[in-house]
């Protein structure tokens, strides 16, 4: 387990690469270049730039967290071809500094979805909370207007740019289904993984979330059965997934050990984060900890240890703990204590295995 951190680049975080550094065992940030709208050829001197920067405190830039795709390519449009050569420009770019896996989802309009980026929790921390009854009935439009209009942060697929114009997007959307957007999946990949797989590069879907439809919008990667059909869609190393618990976890019938274990060799990138499910349906992204929510957190880490899992792993979100101003799930403190917990189950599943190993020779 290759352990990396997101980092929202100079100037649009409020978290160090000193800071990063002093995480232990945290060798690679996982970076985009989040002024890039979707759709376009990343440029080199941004990429360089980055590259100077994780150089000079000794991290690698092996994962992309993301390449966003052009809604023009979900929807199926003729326009999707131009989009789609842009982007095997940028994996070629990307290539060259040596990135080895891009992260990427193909949720129509927004990117995850909550409710409440602020929720107050019982111990003074807040977190990110979904109210699934408010979601159900809720205008689009309140929802931009409460995440896209935070002034401190612009958040990754929420640019007011592409909000704009989300009327349009919702109207070209009207039509299509699950199926088509799997064929439209289908076309991106037919073009893309032969690419990614020429520059030793893993594709990453990362999972909806919520792992529900919303708005009436479709969603395709949703359970164990959805992430087996994009596997299946092109049968290749470079076609996998982000295996994200936290996302996945919103739903409690997804088994993600299971998945795990199944999925093992297509799991370039996992995100590992805990969420309390209520009755409800409501969920909020709670501590690392097994026991703080629903998801089986030292069950996920014990199947990636027994499955031989080699891939990057990031804690993905965290609380805001100790007064801390961070973008929502992106601060420091929680995500550094969910990494040394993902560390405590690993190095107790090494440890126990080197103990097994020694009673039997
Ligand atoms: C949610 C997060 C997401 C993710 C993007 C991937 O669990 O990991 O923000 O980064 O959806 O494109
Ligand atoms: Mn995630």
């Given at each position: 387990m290759?352990?990396?951190?997101?980092?929202?680049?100079?100037?649009?975080?409020?978290?160090?690469?000193?800071q990063i550094k002093q995480i232990p065992g945290v060798e690679g940030i996982v970076w985009a270049l989040h002024d890039v709208p979707a759709g376009e050829e990343w440029p080199m001197d941004k990429i360089m730039a980055y590259k100077r920067l994780a150089d000079a405190h000794g991290f690698h830039l092996d994962v992309v967290e993301s390449v966003n795709i052009h809604d023009d390519i979900k929807l199926g449009l003729p326009s999707r071809d131009l989009y789609i050569e842009n982007y095997k420009r940028t994996i070629a770019k990307l290539a060259t500094v040596g990135v080895k896996t891009i992260c990427y989802n193909f949720m129509p309009v927004f990117d995850w979805v909550?409710?409440?980026l602020y929720k107050e929790m019982e111990d003074?921390?807040?977190?990110?909370?979904m109210e699934k009854a408010k979601i159900a009935d809720m205008d689009p439009m309140e929802l931009v207007r409460k995440i896209?209009?935070?002034?401190?942060?612009?958040?990754?697929?929420?640019?007011?740019?592409?909000?704009?114009?989300?009327?349009?997007?919702?109207?070209?959307y009207r039509d299509v289904t699950e199926a088509d957007l799997r064929s439209h999946l289908a076309?991106?990949?037919?073009q893309i993984v032969p690419v990614a797989e020429h520059y030793d590069i893993k594709m990453a879907i990362h999972p909806?979330?919520?792992?529900?439809?919303?708005?009436?919008?479709?969603?395709?990667?949703?359970?164990?059965?959805?992430?087996?059909?994009?596997?299946?869609?092109?049968?290749?190393?470079?076609?996998?997934?982000?295996?994200?618990?936290?996302?996945?976890?919103?739903?409690?019938?997804?088994?993600?050990?299971a998945m795990v274990r199944e999925f093992a060799g297509r799991i370039?990138?996992?995100?590992?984060?805990?969420v309390k499910v209520y009755d409800n349906g409501d969920f909020i992204e709670t501590s690392h900890r097994t026991q703080d929510g629903t998801v089986d957190i030292s069950g996920i880490v014990m199947a990636y240890h027994d499955t031989g899992f080699n891939g990057y792993a990031r804690p993905d979100h965290g609380r805001h703990i100790w007064d801390e101003k961070c973008r929502p799930g992106y601060g420091l403190y929680d995500r550094a204590l969910g990494i040394m917990y993902l560390w405590g189950v690993w190095d107790a599943c090494e440890r126990s295995r080197q103990t097994t190993k020694e009673a039997i020779s």
């Open positions: 290759k352990m990396v951190f997101r980092w929202y680049g100079e100037g649009n975080d409020t978290v160090t690469l000193a909550r409710t409440d003074g921390s807040t977190a990110l909370f896209a209009g935070n002034p401190a942060f612009t958040m990754p697929g929420w640019e007011p740019e592409r909000l704009g114009k989300l009327t349009e997007l919702f109207a070209a076309y991106f990949l037919e909806d979330d919520p792992p529900y439809p919303i708005f009436g919008l479709p969603r395709i990667v949703k359970n164990r059965d959805d992430i087996r059909a994009i596997l299946d869609l092109v049968d290749s190393p470079s076609n996998g997934v982000t295996l994200c618990s936290g996302s996945l976890g919103a739903n409690p019938d997804n088994d993600i050990p370039p990138f996992a995100h590992i984060r805990n």
